[in-house]
């Protein structure tokens, strides 16, 4: 499915954009003369546009068509990475940020709802694992990079590197993306009155609210991995850019093995066993103090996490088939909601306990979260 290529590589993009940031908040803080608990902030800066702006971007998508719109926010994406090479301080990159993330909102759930729309639901877990291979290597190449590149050129040419991935990603949409399916034409406003369609299924309360905690225990958490590595007298930006990456390729190997996973543990048992897997894998990770160990624990943390997460993908894009983009963008509202919230909750109390510790509550909540994300999956 050709088509997949060119999805990805908008995943990619958003994602790479995305996680930039995290292994260079130490370089930030100094460079900018700000505390960490200030620098912090250009993480939910990021996320909490990009989790708001889905609302609003699913019921567009329906309305003017989903390749159109992913075209039209790639653009903008790589103008928002643009400014935020550009700017003078603190507070105008935060600016930046915020409109970067408002942008790249609308890129991956209408990613996600457009393969809904085209693959069957008996191939649409193998569908999505391609996309969210692509998806965890912006991560992987986004976290690594920029932890190279800010520890010995500097954060600026960071997001300079952002900007060429998203206009490749924008250049390949508008060449090699076609609608298939012709927009259905709705007012904005009946678009927006499809999330009552959604919400009126009982499960989807139950699906968004898990995703939210998910989304805060787990990336809510990566702001932290550069403090982590300090704590431990492990590195700083390089290190956490490397651990960070390992989370991503645990999560490349997760999309190679979903037809076994999916054979040999049904979705129930995958979405259970993630979960409890990432808690144990982030407690370990919290009392380690070698860094080959940690990336070991990290990059088994991403196969867990995606374990967990990509079947709850699989079922928000059942959960109103009539009004998908509009499910697809609840969901991924609510995961990057739960992790920018927290990402922030979290930083504050990472300056009482100590990052470690955060990363050790952390891991009691996803063990705690197994038992309620498997009652999610039907028997059938």
């Not at 999309?255 to 979705?267: E, Q, Y």
């Not at 990432?278 to 860094?291: N, R, T």
Request: aromatic share 10%; charged share 10%.
């Amino acid at each position: 499915m050709p088509f997949l290529l060119v999805l990805g590589l908008a995943a990619f993009a958003s994602a790479f954009s995305m996680r930039a940031v995290d292994p260079m908040l130490n370089i930030l803080a100094a460079d900018l003369k700000v505390t960490m608990q200030d620098v912090a902030l250009l993480a939910g800066a990021f996320t909490f546009p990009y989790a708001t702006m889905q609302l609003l971007f699913g019921p567009i998508g329906d309305a003017v068509g989903k390749v159109r719109l992913v075209r039209f926010n790639l653009v903008m994406l790589s103008v928002g990475l643009a400014v935020s090479a550009l700017v003078p301080g603190h507070w105008e990159l935060l600016a930046s940020r915020v409109f970067s993330g408002a942008f790249a909102g609308g890129i991956i759930p209408v990613v996600l709802a457009t393969v809904g729309d085209r693959v069957p639901f008996d191939r649409r877990p193998l569908a999505l694992s391609r996309v969210l291979l692509a998806l965890v290597l912006g991560q992987l190449v986004g976290s690594a990079a920029a932890g190279f590149i800010a520890e010995y050129a500097g954060w600026r040419p960071v997001f300079w590197t952002a900007f060429a991935v998203a206009v490749l990603a924008a250049v390949a949409a508008m060449v090699g993306l076609k609608e298939e399916q012709a927009p259905q034409r709705l007012s904005f406003g009946t678009s927006l009155a499809r999330y009552g369609t959604v919400l009126r299924n009982p499960l989807s309360i139950r699906v968004y609210a898990v995703v939210a905690v998910e989304g805060a225990l787990s990336f809510g958490a990566f702001p932290l991995v550069a403090p982590l590595m300090v704590e431990h007298a492990l590195g700083d930006a390089v290190e956490a850019g490397l651990v960070i990456a390992a989370f991503a390729v645990g999560g490349a190997f997760y999309s190679f093995a979903v037809p076994v996973l999916v054979r040999r543990l049904g979705l129930r048992g995958m979405v259970g066993i993630g979960a409890a897997l990432l808690g144990v894998l982030f407690i370990g990770a919290a009392v380690q103090s070698h860094l080959s160990v940690v990336v070991a624990l990290f990059a088994a943390g991403g196969f867990a996490f995606y374990m967990i997460h990509n079947v709850l993908q699989i079922l928000a894009t059942e959960l109103a088939p009539e009004a998908r983009g509009s499910a697809v963008s609840l969901f991924a509202s609510a995961f990057f909601v739960g992790q920018a919230v927290g990402a922030v909750a979290l930083a504050h109390l990472a300056a009482v306990t100590g990052a470690a510790a955060v990363f050790a509550i952390s891991g009691v909540g996803m063990i705690g979260l197994a038992y309620p994300a498997r009652r999610l999956v039907p028997r059938r």
